[in-house]
């Protein structure tokens, strides 16, 4: 089953009473041969809910716009799981989420297409971008829908 790496870390957590937040990426995985596309961010939040709550059909589209209409089509159910089980699905991924709302400041701070510079050497342009940002910047992120498990966890 997807996911299932951190289900041991998550069990142990609660066993200890200790609040957690997961937050996961929407991504698709393609199906060898057939040119469809299992949902594994739904698949991983049921997951992690311990039951279906959300459909796990495929689909025939692997893109950014796939992945926001997945999202936009569950968004009440996706809402009731943030609620009931503090698990938070990206629209897309981090870099697209982050773009949705802040593309011109990322524009202004990294490059013309910020979400393929940070998807590109991740790691090094994450901690560039953390650099560059503004207490404001940092304030925009954590008010946003997209990163409210950072709101969760704070509080």
Do not use: W
């Not at 698709?28 to 709550?53: D, E």
């Not at 495929?58 to 999202?71: C, F, G, M, P, T």
């Amino acid at each position: 089953m997807v996911g299932i790496a951190f289900k041991t870390y998550i069990e142990i957590l609660n066993e200890l009473n200790i609040f957690n937040v997961i937050k996961t990426d929407n991504d698709l995985r393609s199906v060898t041969g057939k040119g469809i596309y299992s949902v594994l961010g739904f698949l991983r939040c049921n997951n992690y809910a311990g039951k279906q709550l959300l459909p796990t059909a495929q689909i025939n589209e692997n893109s950014v716009d796939a992945k926001r209409k997945l999202y936009n089509d569950n968004i009440t159910t996706l809402d009731e799981i943030r609620n009931d089980y503090n698990i938070y699905l990206s629209k897309c991924d981090l870099e697209n989420d982050l773009d949705e709302f802040l593309h011109d400041r990322l524009v202004a701070l990294l490059a013309a297409n910020p979400v393929a510079y940070l998807q590109d050497a991740k790691n090094y342009h994450m901690v560039e971008l953390i650099e560059k940002l503004t207490d404001a910047d940092c304030r925009t992120i954590y008010n946003h829908y997209n990163f409210a498990c950072l709101k969760e966890v704070a509080e």
